[in-house]
T-cell receptor, first 114, second 116 residues
């Protein structure tokens, strides 16, 4: 069973630039959620993708966008980067259905905006 | 709105001590799930447990145990005979209102340091 993978591991960008982060979901999972974790804080839900469509969004501006592909992998895009976007971005996959179910997280991408 | 409070910012214990991590939550849902995750220094969140609001029976899994009390909206986590490898940040979480477990509202986390 292949776990959740994310790329790149680390990234340094300049304010105003755009960035794309990638996530491969765990085998058998059809849903991907993205979280932002600022230093010293708990993860905050950005959005979720299921069947290649956004299925819920947290309190994040439209410059945060995403995609899900037919193989259930996903991308997180952030436009017009701001200094406050510096954080650990976590991707989590799960199997959509009734009832609660745990998410499996990837190791994250550490984004630094200078 | 859902809210999770982990009042303990950081706890330091000596190896083999027992330690309890507190979690207090707020929800208007009548049925809901609660979660604990562990984040070691590597950064990857590791799922520990999921409990539903129907079942207040406490659970033990090896050195880990959980005390869920609906009356006080608490879902505390205890590590018995702590080990250095338990050092990590521990997060309590619950889903947004009406949602299931794959969208989570996390607490701020408790840093656990276990010294040898």
């Amino acid at each position: 069973e292949t776990g959740v993978t994310q790329s790149p591991t680390h990234l340094i960008k300049t304010r105003g630039q755009q960035v794309t982060l990638r996530c491969s979901s765990q085998s058998g999972h059809n849903t991907v959620s993205w979280y932002q974790q600022a230093l010293g804080q708990g993860p905050q839900f950005i959005f979720q993708y299921y069947r290649e469509e956004e299925n819920g969004r947290g309190n994040f501006p439209p410059r945060f966008s995403g995609l899900q592909f037919p193989n259930y992998s996903s991308e997180l895009n952030v436009n017009a980067l701001e200094l406050d976007d510096s954080a650990l971005y976590l991707c989590a996959s799960s199997l959509f259905g009734t009832g609660a179910y745990e998410q499996y997280f990837g190791p994250g991408t550490r984004l630094t905006v200078t | 709105a859902q809210k999770v409070t982990q009042a303990q910012t950081e706890i330091s214990v000596v190896e083999k001590e027992d330690v309890t991590l507190d979690c207090v939550y707020e929800t208007r849902d009548t049925t809901y799930y609660l979660f604990w995750y562990k984040q070691p220094p590597s950064g990857e969140l590791v799922f520990l447990i999921r409990r539903n609001s129907f079942d207040e029976q406490n659970e033990i899994s090896g050195r880990y145990s959980w005390n869920f009390q609906k009356s006080t909206s608490s879902f505390n986590f205890t590590i018995t005979a702590s080990q250095v490898v338990d050092s990590a940040v521990y997060f309590c979480a619950l889903p947004p209102r009406g949602e299931y477990g794959n969208k989570l509202v996390f607490g701020a986390g408790t840093i656990l340091r276990v010294k040898s």
